[in-house]
């Protein structure tokens, strides 16, 4: 039982530690099959501009097309994104990418 509550502890703070998350639920880790469908699928693309980044993982964007989205990852991003910023998201297998930085989203 002590092991198990240790194990739960662990997976918990490495969630909280962001990139070093383990869960690969939407809005948590970024798989290497999920990076490489939406790679492999470049219609899907649609790219915004940030109109929001909230510090518990809310980020609104605004498409090029005139739509909005909100998304929202584990990991507070508001150091790493700005207003205005141009990024990308995949419309069907929800990968968020702005500059090198690319994450899981979930909506």
């Known amino acids: 039982m002590l092991t198990t509550a240790r194990l739960q502890q662990s997976l918990a703070t ?3 530690q ?3 998350c383990v869960h690969d639920r939407s809005g948590h880790q970024l798989s290497a099959i999920q990076w490489r469908l939406a790679t492999a699928t470049p219609s899907g ?11 518990d993982g809310w980020i609104t964007v605004a498409t090029l ?3 909005s989205a909100r998304v929202w990852n584990h990991a507070d991003r508001t150091a790493s994104l ?14 968020f ?11």
């Open 14 to 16: 490495a969630c909280e």
């Open 18 to 20: 962001g990139e070093m």
């Open 45 to 55: 693309w649609v790219d915004a501009l940030v109109t929001a980044v909230e510090s």
């Open 65 to 67: 097309d005139g739509d």
């Open 82 to 95: 700005r207003v205005g910023e141009p990024v990308s998201l995949h419309a069907h297998y929800d990968v």
């Open 97 to 107: 990418v702005a500059g090198e930085t690319r994450f899981n989203v979930a909506r």
